[in-house]
């Protein structure tokens, strides 16, 4: 952990979230339909062509936030 507290950037912290994440999408048993990216959601967001997506999924350091597609 940092000397702060603040273990976001804790490569063991990062990897035991990203394990806890693939163990709970393999229970899914509908992982084929999921696409994980890992970086800045400011970059990220701007990478995905419109309409590509119905539900988006972001942690981040505070919070997690989703969206999703809203019929029109």
Do not use: H
Request: proline content about 7%.
């Amino acid at each position: 952990m940092f000397s702060n507290g603040d273990r976001r950037f804790d490569p063991d912290y990062v990897q035991s979230i990203e394990a806890r994440f693939e163990a709970n999408l393999a229970k899914t048993r509908a992982a084929q339909k999921v696409q994980k990216q890992i970086g800045q959601s400011q970059e990220k967001l701007r990478s995905l062509p419109l309409n590509t997506y119905d539900l988006l999924y972001m942690t981040a350091p505070t919070s997690p936030v989703m969206f999703w597609r809203m019929p029109c």
